[in-house]
């Protein structure tokens, strides 16, 4: 049996570790247009290429006037003004003649020489004339408005309803910075921007290996059904689809042979197809007798050993050379429920470090009964949190799921929570606050 | 002018309103493959075709024996057993002799006969013999091996390290439930079923239309920039998105003309094109003179008026018919904010509900700076929340982004929280508690 170096290692070294082999892959970006971008995040900052708003215009219905205008009488006096031609979003207006007030739509662009806007609920009359609201009907020069005077009500002075281009975004401003997920809200800026595309990093392409001469395609026959002894293999499934959930493209492989040179030829068939930047490895790494991921990766450089936590103790990591590439390998053990911890442990955190992938959010709670956990390992366990939305004042409640047994997959499927307990707790009491990472809804 | 009916309404009346119309749209299903289900959610129950395990097998590396056989000594004594054929994972093994101790690999099938595991580092020597590592050796009937009897450290009894057939899921159990989304862990537990498809609802297609005489396409000939008065048309991509991630199907629109009759044109060749459930129009509502929307759709009885919360106060909804369908159309004002903020409201509660949108969630936090608000109105500002994963035991502070001016959407785009001010609230003081909805990271 090949000889294999063996860590021992917390959890904190061995993610350090798995972080430090993903810091050579370059994190790369692409120009993807505003729909497609949507999720992802930005690879780098993003300037405003005009001002916006990009003119200055108007927060109301009303009238533009001159503030000399309104100025010239008593303070608090109404004025009458002739009504000038109106102005209707999308045009260029004429510029404003003095003593005249020109009906304006909300979005407007204001005419030179206008300098505040009065709403049109302070007009007398509080409508706008015909010629205005129906556009059949011809310009009547000769139509009259009161307004309130600088002072009143309806009217405090120049600036008065009217949004100054730029007083959002200034041309040039730096409006999204890079590591920003893009939301609906950044696709509306850009495209209020005039922007159609955005600089996004791409996503991390990875490879995940599934193991075992016991494991079946979920796809077989159905007809046929299981062979005593076998079962569905379900890792490389639920492990590319966390990480299609954290932003990467993966895909899965099933090797079904012991034999180490049946693992590599598999791996590098598939390694040449996809140019992976990361090869995910489940199964295949414990103590036993046929662990073909050990046996055929300890001798290109891959390390084994034992991470101190409870499911998902075996562990390996390491970089393997594939077509002169130096391409990082994560290991983890094959029971399905110790793979699926080992990605939110060890992988996840450095996707959303640095590759796209939203973080997770960690949540205190109320364990609701006690639970013993094992001395000097971080245990993880499958929990529901209470539904945090329902009374926002309070912190949650959380609830275990099944026991810690690592082939449990209901109770994986069920939890939308990992309770941590740490290394030094052997016992959590009932009604205890506890740490948990929010895996789901 | 046309002659509209004018509804006042609280937030709560006017999204009660909205979720009656959209009552009317059927939520549909579809049975997708497990990658395309994911993020998706759950038509209906799902029931277990195969039970989980689906055969009894061993939960460690280690030695299949009889109870009877560890037993038969005095308690806590060792006991010595011819070690029968190796169980290789993926095999059906034949029945364990009496008197035999079989080795065994992890989730490999137990033998009949056999009643517990005795882990490999229970037994002496503590490793397999060389035929079970080295499958090119012959099976050497004569080895044996030394296991700690029944009372032992290493032998509990009957059970031991067994994990019995059916144990995490029994046939015909359901293990997810209608209504749940579809996460990693469900596609793993589906494929560990032999499942390949899952139900879930399908997504609502809705089609988003922007009005107004000024709006460009930001696809608009960079080169050429905007006209005088023109500006870039951002709600239709913004409300597109915003259905896309509430996982709705959207297609935007934009009508640039205020003629009812092209409105009418327009709206009708999209919604032959896409048969949308849904029609969301922005802009085009308000008191002005050129309010399209109003004016083409309050004919074909969709019912506007005012809402108290700011912004986004004045707001549309009815059902219009189109090729004999009733189709519900909800209508916001065509300030980006306004519109925004009127989506987060009422539609994504209803998709929430009813058509697989995540459920947003609410926060309490302190509110970092006093502010005033409008009596009467549910206010509704941009605001950043701290990060919450920082130190989970805190309640998060918050802090306001902007002013309150709807048409500013950079504070839109950095906000991943909106603060709710009541009704009834006309200032909050700085240090505060205050409801948050969380929209971003």
Redesign the interface.
Known sequence: ?TEVSRFRRSVTEHRAAVAELMGRVAARSETLP??AA??RVLAEDVAAP?D????DNS?M?GYAVRAADLASSEAGARVGLAVAR?I??????APLAPGTAA?I?????LPDGAELVVP?EAAVPET?PAF????GVEYDAGSRVSLPGIGSVGASGAGQYV?RAGS??GVGAR??AAGE?V??????????????ELPVVAPLRALVIAT????VD???A?EQ???????????S??????L??AGAEAVGLRV?S?APEVFWAQLGEAARRHTPDLILTSGGI?????EVVKLALAEAGVEFGAVAMQPGGPQGAGVIELDGHGVPVVAFP???VSS?VSFEMFVRPVLAERFGA???????ARLKAETDSPPGKLQLRRARLTD??AD??ELPSVELLGGP?S????P??A?NALVLVEESTTHVGSGA?V?TLV???
């Open positions: 049996m505003l729909r949507l999720g005009i916006l708003p990009p003119f927060q219905d109106p209707a979003a999308g045009t260029d207006p009906p739509m909300t979005g407007a662009a049109i706008f205005v609201v129906d556009v949004r959002d975004v409006v999204m997920r939301s609906a809200r950044h696709v509306g800026l850009a495209a209020a921007l005039g922007l159609t075992g001469e016991e494991i979920p796809g077989t159905p059904g299981l062979a005593p002894g076998q079962i569905y293999e379900s890792n499934a639920m492990l590319v689809a966390a299609a959930e079904t012991d414990s103590a036993g007798a046929y094959g029971n399905p699926y939203a973080p997770r959010r960690r949540q205190r945090v939305a926002p004042a047994g082939h449990l997959m209901y994986l499927a939890a606050m740490d895996i789901g809804e």
